[in-house]
């Protein structure tokens, strides 16, 4: 018989057979292995009572679960008083007797193949073993290398070769996946083969085996093996494993951990969940879910593609240009275009080559110096304003926190600082205090929701305001100028537009009306009417004082009525028309009273109060031409109507025209009659101007005074006479006619 030996890795005992009772197995009496001698006596008293037989059972035990010295002694006796094999008492199944046996090289497999074997039963091939229902697992060395640790892996059941050349096979394409080159070969068969050989039982069969483990291992270890291994970790995560890792990995290699295995470990692992997440947060700025794992595993395991290659394909695909485009929505605030497709892509090849993250790029655009703009015109939407060195800072920060420009615009639109814009905004285009409730609320509220939602900005609201309220605007021309005009007045229109650009305010516009040409217009209008004049420059600052506290044009028009300025113009008035001295009380009073108020609520000039009063006192001037010429006339006598028209007008008073009729041709006829009739020569020019003013004074002097004096005081007027001396000239009569009624002086020197 030639012996047979197989190649393999170590057996578990749910697989293994010890070697059992056989006078052609000899067995060392000391080591309880199989010799290579002769047959031995086949007393089966020596086999199961021998230390040998002990330490075989307790050594077969011991690596196969363990059992105890008296359980062993037990198993002994067993097999000494049944006759029965070790295999068949340790496995439950009868051997058969007299099997010879073969070598064979063995390794972890789901089943174990033995060939050529014989029995006295008959032949057998290819005989099947059941694998065992539980593996023994493999202690593990937990690593910290890129948060990385192997699984417990489970040991195969182990297979067996029948020739070194296909333990050899066996081992490359577990360990490197691919056949073994020639030169491979080469070194590692006679390795093989040069592996000590040890003998035992596989079900009933007794088998010669050398175990490959020491090449496995060394192969395990090789460089290439190395590579290979931290090629994987590249293609999987990006990154070399730390040498424990490897090693790790390479010792489970050894033991017949598949590299497969030892990958799919690697794919499996939370480190390679980590690396992804890693992935999709430096591109997308967000962790992995379930189906983007899923989807990395994929491209990573199943389609070959490097660790780099699949975060250079993420970087560069819709997902990572739609989240760019969305980074320009949420910083500038705008929608991107084609231009911006070289920045996008720019963008894409850095966060692929790992020279920027998402978050990177985001944070970047943020705090460019270009973004200032965007910052300012946000500005200018809310407040009308660039932004200044603390804005610009709580925007970079709520942008860097996550926010959209768009989410923060929301938040600022219904922020404090925005309630008082608004309300700032009230003051300025109406001019007063905005409520805290009711409609003003309502259109803040109303306004704030359209600037959040970017419907509208500052501007808009002031230009929109300023045009719904232009009625204010006429009413600022009314209150200033006392006119009442319409939209399409140039001021209304151009204020309107200054307060929509905010370059003016309701409040700087009525000043600047108050102080414009136009107002000093509106005052020499204001002063004509009440005191027929224009306004001087002390009117002008009264009226501007008046306007700026508060009191439009037409109040102080009323107040104006009823000062003592226009009691004492009235007075005048009176004086002017009537040539007499207006009394305090009465009628005249009240007729004085209506005018003011008249005045007052501007439906009454002076000019016009004038003119009625001396169209309405004709009587009076009637009453002088017959004083003076000694004539009754009607109304339309040509001095009468005259003097009634340049009194109205204010072009001479009632004294004035008196002046004027007693100078005039007419009176000097009259007196050129008195001189004839009294013998005298005709009077000379200076002689007329005397008698003239003579017939003045003493009308003047009977107007005013004479006719309401009492008879007391006019008797004290003519105790005070002085009479002129005898001697006197006609010219000194005339000249010195008496007014003894009057005043004890010459009746040519009244007034």
Same mark, same amino acid.
């Given at each position: 018989?030639?012996?047979?030996?197989?190649?393999?890795?170590?057996?578990?005992? #749910?697989?293994?057979?010890?070697?059992?009772?056989?006078?052609?197995?000899?067995?060392?009496?000391?080591?309880?292995?199989?010799?290579?001698?002769?047959?031995?006596?086949?007393?089966?008293?020596?086999?199961?009572?021998?230390?040998?037989?002990?330490?075989?059972?307790?050594?077969?035990?011991?690596?196969?679960?363990?059992?105890?010295?008296?359980?062993?002694?037990?198993?002994?006796?067993?097999?000494?008083?049944?006759?029965?094999?070790?295999?068949?008492?340790?496995?439950?199944? +009868?051997?058969?007797?007299?099997?010879?046996?073969?070598?064979?090289?063995?390794? !972890?497999?789901?089943?174990?193949?033995?060939?050529?074997?014989?029995?006295?039963?008959?032949?057998?091939?290819?005989?099947?073993?059941?694998?065992?229902?539980?593996?023994?697992?493999?202690?593990?060395?937990?690593?910290?290398?890129?948060?990385?640790?192997?699984?417990?892996?489970?040991?195969?059941?182990?297979?067996?070769?029948?020739?070194?050349?296909?333990?050899?096979?066996?081992?490359?394409?577990?360990?490197?996946?691919?056949?073994?080159?020639?030169?491979?070969?080469?070194?590692?068969? !006679? +390795?093989?083969?040069?592996?000590?050989?040890?003998?035992?039982?596989?079900?009933?069969?007794?088998?010669?085996? /050398?175990?490959?483990?020491?090449?496995?291992?060394?192969?395990?270890?090789?460089?290439?093996?190395?590579? +290979?291994?931290?090629?994987?970790?590249?293609?999987?995560?990006?990154?070399?494993?730390?040498? #424990?890792?490897?090693?790790?990995?390479?010792?489970?290699?050894? &033991?017949?951990?598949?590299?497969?295995? =030892?990958?799919?470990?690697?794919?499996?692992?939370?480190?390679?969940?980590?690396?992804?997440?890693?992935?999709?947060?430096?591109?997308?700025?967000?962790?992995?879910?379930?189906?983007?794992?899923?989807?990395?595993?994929?491209?990573?395991?199943?389609?070959?593609?490097?660790?780099?290659?699949? *975060?250079?394909?993420?970087?560069?695909?819709?997902?990572?240009?739609?989240?760019?485009?969305?980074?320009?929505?949420?910083?500038?605030?705008?929608?991107?275009?084609?231009?911006?497709?070289?920045?996008?892509?720019?963008?894409?090849?850095?966060?692929?080559?790992?020279?920027?993250?998402?978050?990177?790029?985001?944070?970047?655009?943020?705090?460019? #110096?270009?973004?200032?703009?965007?910052?300012?015109?946000?500005?200018?939407?809310?407040?009308?304003?660039?932004?200044?060195?603390?804005?610009?800072?709580?925007?970079?920060?709520?942008?860097?926190?996550?926010?959209?420009?768009?989410?923060? *615009?929301?938040?600022?639109?219904?922020?404090?600082?925005?309630?008082?814009?608004?309300?700032?905004?009230?003051?300025? %285009?109406?001019?007063?205090?905005?409520?805290?409730?009711?409609?003003?609320?309502?259109?803040?509220?109303?306004?704030?929701?359209?600037?959040?939602?970017?419907?509208?900005?500052?501007?808009?609201?002031?230009?929109?305001?300023?045009?719904?309220?232009?009625? =204010?605007?006429?009413?600022?021309?009314?209150? %200033?100028?006392?006119?009442?005009?319409?939209?399409?007045?140039?001021?209304?229109?151009?204020?309107?537009?200054?307060?929509?650009?905010?370059?003016?305010?309701?409040?700087?516009?009525?000043?600047?009306?108050?102080?414009?040409?136009?107002?000093?217009?509106?005052?020499?209008?204001?002063?004509?009417?009440?005191?027929?004049?224009?306004?001087?420059?002390?009117? /002008?600052?009264?009226? /501007?004082?008046?306007?700026?506290?508060?009191?439009?044009?037409?109040?102080?028009? %009323?107040?104006?009525?009823?000062?003592? /300025?226009?009691?004492?113009?009235?007075?005048?008035?009176?004086?002017?028309?009537?040539?007499?001295? !207006?009394?305090?009380?009465?009628?005249?009073?009240?007729?004085?009273?209506?005018?003011?108020?008249?005045?007052?609520?501007?439906? *009454?000039?002076?000019?016009?109060? $004038?003119?009625?009063?001396?169209?309405?006192?004709?009587?009076?001037? &009637?009453?002088?031409?017959?004083?003076?010429?000694?004539?009754?006339?009607?109304?339309?006598?040509?001095?009468?109507?005259?003097?009634?028209?340049?009194?109205?007008?204010?072009?001479?008073? $009632?004294?004035?025209?008196?002046?004027?009729?007693?100078?005039?041709?007419?009176?000097?006829?009259?007196?050129?009659?008195?001189?004839?009739?009294?013998?005298?020569?005709?009077?000379?020019?200076?002689? =007329?101007?005397?008698?003239?003013?003579?017939?003045?004074?003493?009308?003047?002097?009977?107007?005013?005074?004479?006719?309401?004096?009492?008879?007391?005081?006019?008797?004290?007027?003519?105790?005070?006479?002085?009479?002129?001396?005898?001697?006197?000239?006609?010219?000194?009569?005339?000249?010195?006619?008496?007014?003894?009624?009057?005043?004890?002086?010459?009746?040519?020197?009244?007034?």
């Amino acid at each position: 018989m030639t012996d047979t030996v197989l190649f393999g890795l170590p057996l578990s005992h #749910d697989t293994h057979s010890l070697l059992k009772a056989s006078s052609s197995t000899p067995v060392d009496p000391v080591s309880g292995v199989f010799t290579d001698g002769g047959p031995i006596n086949s007393s089966l008293d020596y086999f199961g009572t021998s230390p040998a037989a002990l330490k075989s059972i307790e050594s077969f035990l011991s690596k196969n679960g363990g059992i105890s010295p008296e359980s062993s002694t037990a198993l002994s006796s067993s097999l000494l008083n049944k006759h029965e094999a070790l295999s068949s008492v340790v496995s439950g199944t +009868k051997s058969t007797l007299g099997t010879t046996g073969k070598m064979q090289f063995l390794s !972890p497999s789901s089943a174990i193949f033995v060939s050529d074997t014989a029995s006295s039963s008959g032949s057998e091939t290819a005989r099947a073993a059941t694998p065992s229902a539980g593996l023994t697992a493999v202690s593990f060395l937990a690593v910290t290398g890129s948060n990385f640790s192997w699984p417990g892996f489970t040991t195969p059941a182990p297979q067996t070769w029948n020739t070194a050349e296909e333990a050899d096979k066996y081992i490359f394409n577990t360990i490197e996946e691919r056949d073994p080159t020639a030169a491979e070969s080469a070194t590692y068969i !006679p +390795k093989l083969e040069a592996l000590p050989a040890t003998q035992t039982v596989i079900n009933g069969v007794l088998v010669n085996y /050398r175990d490959i483990t020491p090449v496995m291992s060394e192969v395990a270890h090789l460089q290439i093996t190395t590579d +290979k291994l931290q090629g994987q970790f590249q293609t999987a995560m990006g990154d070399n494993a730390s040498s #424990d890792v490897i090693s790790a990995g390479e010792d489970y290699l050894g &033991k017949g951990v598949s590299f497969g295995t =030892l990958r799919e470990a690697i794919f499996n692992s939370d480190a390679e969940k980590s690396a992804i997440s890693t992935v999709y947060q430096e591109v997308h700025g967000q962790a992995a879910n379930d189906t983007d794992q899923q989807y990395a595993k994929q491209q990573l395991f199943q389609n070959g593609i490097t660790f780099q290659q699949f *975060r250079i394909n993420e970087a560069h695909s819709w997902r990572a240009t739609d989240e760019l485009k969305q980074v320009i929505r949420d910083i500038q605030d705008r929608e991107p275009g084609d231009y911006d497709n070289g920045w996008i892509q720019s963008q894409e090849d850095q966060i692929g080559n790992g020279q920027q993250t998402f978050g990177s790029v985001r944070h970047g655009l943020i705090y460019n #110096d270009g973004e200032n703009g965007i910052f300012d015109s946000y500005e200018q939407k809310l407040y009308g304003v660039n932004a200044d060195d603390p804005t610009r800072t709580w925007l970079q920060s709520n942008l860097d926190d996550g926010k959209s420009l768009r989410e923060i *615009r929301v938040i600022d639109a219904h922020s404090s600082r925005m309630q008082d814009t608004l309300m700032q905004l009230i003051r300025d %285009v109406q001019g007063r205090e905005p409520a805290s409730s009711g409609s003003d609320e309502s259109f803040i509220q109303s306004w704030m929701n359209d600037l959040g939602n970017g419907n509208t900005t500052l501007a808009t609201l002031y230009s929109g305001l300023a045009s719904y309220d232009d009625d =204010l605007l006429r009413q600022q021309v009314k209150f %200033v100028t006392d006119q009442d005009v319409g939209a399409d007045d140039s001021w209304v229109v151009s204020t309107k537009q200054q307060i929509g650009n905010r370059q003016e305010t309701l409040a700087s516009a009525r000043n600047n009306l108050i102080n414009s040409d136009r107002a000093n217009a509106a005052f020499d209008v204001y002063e004509q009417r009440l005191y027929a004049v224009n306004a001087g420059s002390a009117d /002008r600052d009264w009226l /501007r004082s008046n306007l700026n506290s508060g009191t439009s044009l037409s109040g102080i028009r %009323v107040i104006d009525a009823h000062s003592d /300025r226009m009691q004492g113009t009235l007075n005048q008035l009176i004086r002017d028309v009537q040539g007499r001295e !207006p009394t305090p009380t009465g009628d005249e009073q009240r007729f004085i009273q209506s005018w003011m108020n008249d005045m007052g609520n501007n439906t *009454r000039t002076l000019n016009q109060t $004038y003119s009625e009063l001396a169209t309405y006192d004709d009587g009076i001037l &009637k009453q002088q031409v017959k004083f003076v010429t000694g004539q009754d006339v009607g109304s339309d006598d040509s001095w009468v109507s005259g003097s009634i028209q340049q009194i109205g007008n204010r072009q001479t008073t $009632y004294w004035g025209a008196v002046m004027t009729l007693t100078q005039s041709d007419r009176a000097h006829g009259v007196i050129q009659d008195v001189y004839a009739d009294w013998g005298q020569l005709p009077p000379d020019t200076t002689a =007329l101007q005397t008698a003239g003013t003579a017939l003045y004074n003493l009308s003047y002097a009977w107007t005013t005074t004479i006719q309401n004096q009492t008879a007391d005081q006019l008797a004290a007027e003519a105790a005070a006479y002085q009479p002129i001396a005898g001697t006197a000239s006609y010219g000194q009569i005339i000249e010195n006619i008496p007014c003894p009624l009057i005043r004890p002086r010459p009746c040519s020197q009244v007034l």
